[in-house]
């Protein structure tokens, strides 16, 4: 103690230059000065009455050993639980207290590397405070870290039972700080994001009374960037995220949001030829967690809300690597509810590989995977699906297009879907094989799964073209007979009418000399009425040229 100082007729004390020395014998904690003025009513009462109490300077340091225990434990002698007051509590008063300028420096070596910060400067302010149940005492708290990050606690509270309400907000917390708490239980880099909090509380502890709740709160996040450990880049940027309108309670697990946006995010997903998705990876915890009785738990969002997201998707498993960019991905999903029997409404745009357009919008029922949506595809580039092909064969170009709705309940695989089709501009190569056309059009598609059923009213193709090359390389080895497979549930199937027009057909035979040539082409025809039904008759009407010469 560097000095004190007493003034009996101010009834005040003041101690300056305090200072407690760790084993090691750095500071563990002290202060500049600590003033307190007794009021004059503390003479003529049993209770004290403290006029002010003022703390400037107070500076701590708190360790936790690689056990997580504080270093200072040995000081902390645990002691009987004290007995119950019979009586009400003293009516102690303390009409203003103010912490100024405080400091505590925090270090945990239980985390690999240890984690350290410095909280400070910190202040608090209490005014009329009374150890009275029904007094109202007011405080203020507030503080900032080494980094910047800025907290506050504002409010009132009673003292029996034990309540409070008030706000309370976090400011520019820098999540790459907090590496050392998660990442030995997670493979995920924070490469960089801060986050906000603000709310407003209630709080109350008393006997056969606990609540703790938040209202009106807000949360923000901000330029998000994640990787997988041990993997150079990113594998998902958020540039905004907002959440709006939290009422929670927190005993009995009830969550409701109003509104969640996420804004300009960026999404880089890849399936490695072992099948792991590096998503996955990374949201999976590298310790599972010991199950734990689950209790009821209840979340509401109504709205979220998804803008101006892309998606890089690379997929490893196929013969060759299919390479995806999905863009302008805007998403809105509202009365979205923890509870599987209810539906939530979604809508949902999206740019395909720079060109093509997939809309979708409905109900549906996320956890119970079933709902039903209007679907919309125009001119989705079929050529970059192409290493799914391999390595039977090339998909070199297409442009598919799809309107209709789709019914859905996984869980029973069942499936439906009402709509119209089409692909232009179809070409694939199968060995020694070739298949192109203009234009595919189906209309009047009903799918269903159950009964399975496929019902189509018209098709029409436009300049079809196959060629055939038959090489004069030996006959490869019979392959052993495989097993016959289980005979496949019946499929009930019709198409109304079949036309096409403008089709070609070239075989070319090389295993012969002179070569074998023959070609068919102005392939005109149409079916009508085309069943799976055994007893059902078709008619059938087609023409074609034979080497460009009628027949």
């Known amino acids: 103690m560097a000095r004190v100082r007493?003034?009996?007729?101010?009834?005040?004390?003041?101690?300056?230059?305090?200072?407690?020395?760790?084993?090691?014998?750095?500071?563990?904690?002290g202060w500049d000065r600590l003033y307190v003025n007794l009021g004059t009513a503390t003479l003529f009462r049993l209770a004290p009455v403290?006029?002010?109490?003022?703390?400037?300077?107070?500076?701590?340091?708190?360790?936790?050993?690689?056990?997580?225990?504080?270093?200072?434990?040995?000081?902390?002698?645990?002691?009987?639980?004290?007995?119950?007051?019979?009586?009400?509590?003293?009516?102690?008063?303390?009409?203003?207290?103010t912490v100024v300028g405080a400091r505590v420096e925090f270090m945990d070596r239980s985390t690999t590397p240890a984690f350290t910060t410095v909280l400070g400067p910190l202040s608090l302010d209490l005014d009329s405070f009374r150890l009275k149940p029904d007094n109202n005492n007011p405080y203020a708290f507030t503080g900032r870290t080494e980094r910047g990050e800025t907290f506050g606690w504002r409010g009132h509270f009673f003292v029996e039972p034990l309540r409070s309400q008030g706000s309370f907000f976090v400011g520019g917390l820098h999540l790459p700080k907090y590496a050392p708490y998660y990442r030995d239980k997670m493979a995920i880099e924070l490469l960089s994001g801060t986050l906000g909090v603000k709310a407003d509380y209630e709080f109350q502890w008393g006997e056969g009374s606990h609540a703790v709740r938040l209202h009106k709160g807000e949360a923000g996040l901000d330029n998000l960037s994640l990787g997988e450990t041990g993997v150079?880049?990113?594998?998902?940027?958020?540039?905004?995220?907002?959440?709006?309108?939290?009422?929670?309670?927190?005993?009995?697990?009830?969550?409701?949001?109003?509104?969640?946006?996420?804004?300009?995010?960026?999404?880089?997903?890849?399936?490695?030829?072992?099948?792991?998705?590096?998503?996955?990876?990374?949201?999976?915890?590298?310790?599972?967690a010991k199950p734990e009785k689950a209790e009821p738990f209840t979340f509401d969002l109504d709205e979220l809300r998804v803008e101006n997201q892309a998606v890089a998707f690379r997929d490893l498993v196929p013969g060759r690597p299919v390479d995806l960019a999905l863009d302008q991905l805007a998403l809105t999903v509202k009365k979205f509810s923890m509870d599987p029997a209810k539906r939530c409404d979604v809508d949902l745009d999206l740019r395909w590989n720079g060109r093509g357009r997939i809309h979708a919008a409905g109900s549906a029922a996320p956890l119970k995977s079933e709902g039903s949506l209007e679907l919309k595809v125009e001119d989705l580039d079929l050529a970059p699906l192409d290493g799914y092909a391999a390595p039977d064969a090339t998909l070199a170009a297409g442009r598919l297009g799809l309107s209709g709705r789709t019914d859905f309940d996984l869980p029973a695989a069942k499936y439906a879907f009402r709509g119209q089709a089409r692909v232009d501009g179809f070409k694939a190569v199968a060995g020694n094989a070739e298949v192109a056309w203009e234009a595919l059009r189906v209309a009047g598609i009903k799918a269903a799964s159950s009964p399975m059923a496929v019902s189509l009213a018209s098709v029409d193709w436009d300049r079809p073209a196959f060629r055939f090359v038959r090489t004069a390389a030996p006959p490869a080895a019979p392959a052993p007979p495989a097993e016959k497979p289980a005979p496949a549930a019946p499929v009930k199937a019709e198409i109304g009418a079949f036309r096409f027009k403008g089709g070609s057909f070239t075989f070319l035979d090389r295993s012969l000399q002179p070569v074998v040539a023959l070609s068919l082409d102005h392939i005109d025809g149409q079916v009508g009425r085309l069943s799976s039904d055994p007893g059902s008759r078709a008619s059938m009407e087609l023409k074609a040229l034979v080497d460009g010469a009628a027949p």
């Open 50 to 97: 403290f006029q002010e109490i003022r703390l400037e300077g107070f500076h701590a340091r708190v360790v936790l050993d690689r056990e997580g225990n504080p270093t200072f434990q040995d000081l902390l002698v645990a002691s009987p639980e004290p007995a119950k007051p019979s009586g009400p509590l003293p009516d102690l008063r303390i009409h203003k207290l």
């Open 232 to 288: 150079s880049g990113s594998a998902v940027d958020l540039a905004e995220v907002r959440l709006k309108g939290l009422e929670a309670d927190l005993l009995e697990s009830r969550i409701h949001v109003a509104s969640l946006a996420v804004r300009d995010s960026r999404l880089k997903v890849e399936r490695n030829a072992a099948g792991s998705i590096n998503l996955m990876r990374m949201a999976t915890p590298r310790v599972p």
């Open 6 to 29: 007493v003034n009996p007729f101010a009834l005040s004390v003041t101690l300056d230059g305090f200072r407690v020395k760790d084993k090691d014998g750095s500071a563990l904690l």
